[in-house]
T-cell receptor, first 116, second 112 residues
Framework: AQTVTQSQPEMSVQEAETVTLSCTYD???????LFWYKQPPSRQMILVIR??????QNATENRFSVNFQKAAKSFSLKISDSQLGDAAMYFC?????????????FGSGTRLLVRP | DTEVTQTPKHLVMGMTNKKSLKCEQH?????MYWYKQKAKKPPELMFV???????INESVPSRFSPECPNSSLLNLHLHALQPEDSALYLC???????????FGSGTRLTVV
C-alpha cells in the first residue's frame, strides 16, 4: 500500500521569504501523480501544483515549485516570496496511475505560518 | 462553472435524526468522492463514484448511505449518527486519474 509522510507538523516563514515543505512517499508503482493541496481556514482544499511521475522536469506554478526526486521518493514544495495569504495547512497527496480507483492518499499535513 | 457546491455549509443533528448532504458539479467530471476530515487531520476517503456507480466503499458504517442520482449530483444520507461522526465532510470531483480533485468547501457536521 502507498503511504505519504509529511514530517513537519508546522513551519514558519517571514513574509517575502522562501520556505520549503517536505514530503516523502512510499510506493512500488512506477506511474503515479503527486499533488500539493492548500487548505486555508475557509477549509476548502485548493490544488496548488501537480507532478506526473514520468516527467523529469519539476512542475512550477507562479511562486510555487516542486523538487521531485523520484529515486528518493521525495516531493518537496517551495514557496517563494511568501505572502500572508499563503498561511494554511498544506497536504501532499499521491494518486496511482496504475489502477482505476482514482483514490487520493494524503499526508498528515504541514501548517504554514507567515509572519508579517 | 469550475466549482463543486456543497450544501448545507453547517448542520447540527441529533442522533435519531435523518439528514442528507448534497454535492453538485457541472464540470462534466465522471468521478465523485466523499471524504471525512477531523480537526487537524488529513481527509479520509469514504466513497468513490465512477460513472455514477459506487466503485469504492472504505468500510464506512451503514449509517452513512451515498447516492449518485446523476452525473452532476452526489448525496450522502445520514441516519442514527454518533457524536464521533462530527467532522467536516468534503465532496470532490475529478475528470480522471490525471487531474487533481476539485473540492467543495465542505459541510461542517455536528452530532449532538
Amino acid at each position: 500500500a502507498q503511504t505519504v509522510t509529511q514530517s513537519q507538523p508546522e513551519m514558519s516563514v517571514q513574509e517575502a521569504e522562501t520556505v520549503t515543505l517536505s514530503c516523502t512517499y512510499d510506493t512500488s508503482e512506477s506511474d503515479y501523480y503527486l499533488f500539493w493541496y492548500k487548505q486555508p481556514p475557509s477549509r476548502q482544499m485548493i490544488l496548488v501544483i501537480r507532478q506526473e511521475a514520468y516527467k523529469q522536469q519539476n512542475a512550477t506554478e507562479n511562486r510555487f515549485s516542486v523538487n521531485f526526486q523520484k529515486a528518493a521518493k521525495s516531493f518537496s514544495l517551495k514557496i517563494s516570496d511568501s505572502q500572508l495569504g499563503d498561511a494554511a495547512m498544506y497536504f501532499c497527496a499521491y494518486r496511482s496511475a496504475e489502477d482505476s480507483s482514482y483514490k487520493l492518499i494524503f499526508g498528515s499535513g504541514t501548517r504554514l505560518l507567515v509572519r508579517p | 462553472d469550475t466549482e463543486v457546491t456543497q450544501t448545507p455549509k453547517h448542520l447540527v443533528m441529533g442522533m435519531t435524526n435523518k439528514k442528507s448532504l448534497k454535492c453538485e458539479q457541472h464540470m462534466g467530471h465522471r468521478a465523485m468522492y466523499w471524504y471525512k476530515q477531523k480537526a487537524k487531520k488529513p481527509p479520509e476517503l469514504m466513497f468513490v463514484y465512477s460513472y455514477e456507480k459506487l466503485s469504492i466503499n472504505e468500510s464506512v458504517p451503514s449509517r452513512f448511505s451515498p447516492e449518485c442520482p446523476n452525473s452532476s449530483l452526489l448525496n450522502l444520507h445520514l441516519h442514527a449518527l454518533q457524536p464521533e461522526d462530527s467532522a467536516l465532510y468534503l465532496c470532490a470531483s475529478s475528470r480522471g486519474t490525471v487531474d487533481g480533485y476539485t473540492f467543495g468547501s465542505g459541510t461542517r457536521l455536528t452530532v449532538v
